[in-house]
């Protein structure tokens, strides 16, 4: 085989990410980028030395295009992804999946009965740094984990955005915006997800914009600005989750798993890489003292990439017969957990997520995404 094509639709600010990487990978080839806007897309192709650009549509009909990747506005991922599969290509699509369950189970059943594979970020469980501490965990480094912790704390994005609405209207929130990241990963170790309860607030009604030209202005908020997630797996462990654009203190990437032998913190599930780190459990306390308690740091010598390794793997899987790690069952899982959750806090019931996901795979052992296979 030879490197497979590669076509972008949506070149917003991700699409540079993802572009200075894809074109590095000699598996694939970027062949074609499009966007609505015709001068933005023949920038990023002038840009990133692809030979071809322009719409969405030239991408879709693009000889040379096996694999689509749609970095497009969460509200017509579906749209786009479909009409990838429509034309015979492999789809991959940044998160959410889609903002529906049944159009997003729909794009999968169309997937399937072409023979095609559906991929959705975030990739970032392909990273070395969530790589490494998964296999640290089933090695048994903190025994059967129990439960976890997750936390991301921000101002909000309308401190630095010039156009923040988006995240704060139906479809967005910290909820489906960061959400994907750390429930990702937390499938990716725990195993799907049985129920799940949430409680959420709107800190102000509206909010301000604070810089670019419309700063001074405000907007509604439409979705929870703050939500606290208990979750419950399948296999009997248990999270709690904060995801808050409205929190003083800036705290992001917080992931504990907590085991019967011990305590791991793994890195940023927005990140590739990052600290592992575990503990075990004191020993014995008498007289009242008591020992102090050593953090012992994991290493890993992966090379670390970004955004577009999913893209990769998915390339791989297909010439090699076997299941990729980012998959639109997973991204289907995800986003039913979050759909589950923004319904809990709305009706202020447990809710019992229906989906299911088969266990997700690890990357092959020395997967090195600069060495060619295809």
Do not use: C
Request: charged share 20%; proline share 7%.
């Amino acid at each position: 085989m030879s490197a497979v094509g590669i076509g972008i639709i949506g070149l917003g600010v991700i699409s540079d990410t993802y572009l200075q990487n894809l074109t590095s990978f000699p598996d694939v080839d970027v062949v074609i980028v499009g966007d609505l806007l015709l001068d933005r897309a023949q920038a990023q192709a002038e840009k990133h030395g692809v030979p071809a650009f322009g719409s969405a549509d030239d991408v879709l009909a693009h000889p040379g295009v096996d694999l689509v990747i749609n970095l497009t506005i969460p509200a017509v991922h579906i749209e786009v992804s479909r009409a990838a599969i429509a034309a015979g290509k492999h789809v991959w699509t940044e998160k959410p999946l889609g903002l529906d369950r049944e159009g997003a189970a729909e794009l999968l059943r169309e997937a399937a009965a072409a023979g095609l594979r559906v991929g959705s970020a975030p990739d970032t469980l392909l990273g070395p740094g969530f790589q490494t501490a998964r296999r640290a965990i089933e090695d048994g480094i903190i025994g059967r984990p129990l439960f976890a912790q997750t936390m991301f704390q921000t101002q909000g994005p309308d401190l630095w955005h010039p156009s923040p609405a988006f995240l704060f209207a139906e479809g967005a929130g910290p909820l489906l915006d960061m959400g994907p990241y750390y429930f990702s990963a937390l499938v990716s170790l725990l195993g799907p997800v049985d129920r799940i309860s949430a409680v959420g607030i709107k800190a102000r009604e509206e909010r301000e914009i604070h810089t670019g030209p419309n700063a001074g202005t405000t907007f509604p908020v439409e979705v929870p600005s703050t939500i606290q997630i208990i979750t419950a797996f399948e296999a009997g462990a248990s999270a709690q989750s904060l995801l808050s654009f409205d929190s003083a203190l800036e705290r992001h990437g917080i992931v504990e798993i907590h085991g019967t032998e011990g305590t791991i913190v793994i890195p940023d599930p927005n990140q590739f890489g990052g600290r592992i780190a575990y503990v075990k459990p004191l020993g014995v306390i008498r007289d009242g003292t008591s020992s102090v308690q050593e953090w012992i740091e994991i290493e890993h010598d992966a090379v670390e990439v970004g955004r577009g390794l999913g893209v990769l793997d998915m390339v791989r899987a297909i010439a090699e017969a076997r299941p990729h790690v980012a998959s639109g069952e997973l991204g289907y899982h995800v986003l039913d957990i979050l759909l589950s959750a923004q319904e809990s806090a709305a009706s202020g019931r447990t809710v019992i997520v229906e989906s299911t996901v088969a266990p997700v795979p690890l990357l092959p052992a020395g997967f090195d995404p600069f060495a060619a296979t295809l």
